[in-house]
């Protein structure tokens, strides 16, 4: 049980995706699954965030902190709750918590938004995933 939860933690580090298919594999109860993939997406959060801010800072070293163009300032307005909310179920959220800091969003925000989104759609996948199976059996 415990390697099973390893595995699972780990894989949801790297991969959300991948992880809820291996928990359903491994006939893991929804609520253990739920809480190891939200715990190993949100490690992998915060590490690709922290990356990703120097990500930004090795490729923009030149720039000033305020210079950016329209889509950066669309992006530091608008584009947390885009990117935090539904990156996580387009992109993955190891690649939209990179996005985000490499485009210089605020981190707490970021990392706050994107923890929602991991939290809503590794629920709704998982249950759509154990109710769906249950009804085809």
Do not use: C, N, Y
């Not at 390697?3 to 699972?8: H, T």
């Not at 985000?100 to 605020?106: E, I, K, Q, S, V």
Request: cysteine-free; overall charge positive; proline content about 4%.
């Amino acid at each position: 049980m415990i390697k099973d939860i390893a595995g699972v933690f780990v894989l949801a580090m790297v991969e959300m995706w991948a992880a809820i298919p291996l928990g359903l594999h491994l006939k893991m109860h929804p609520a253990t699954m739920i809480l190891v993939i939200v715990t190993g997406s949100l490690i992998g959060v915060i590490a690709a965030t922290f990356l990703g801010e120097t990500l930004r800072k090795l490729m923009f070293w030149r720039k000033k902190e305020k210079e950016g163009g329209k889509l950066i300032q669309w992006l530091t307005t608008k584009g947390p709750w885009a990117v935090g909310l539904l990156g996580p179920l387009l992109i993955g959220p190891i690649f939209a918590a990179g996005l985000a800091a490499t485009l210089g969003m605020p981190r707490r925000l970021s990392i706050a938004l994107l923890a929602g989104g991991v939290v809503v759609w590794t629920v709704t996948f998982t249950l759509l995933g154990v109710f769906g199976l249950s009804t085809l059996r």
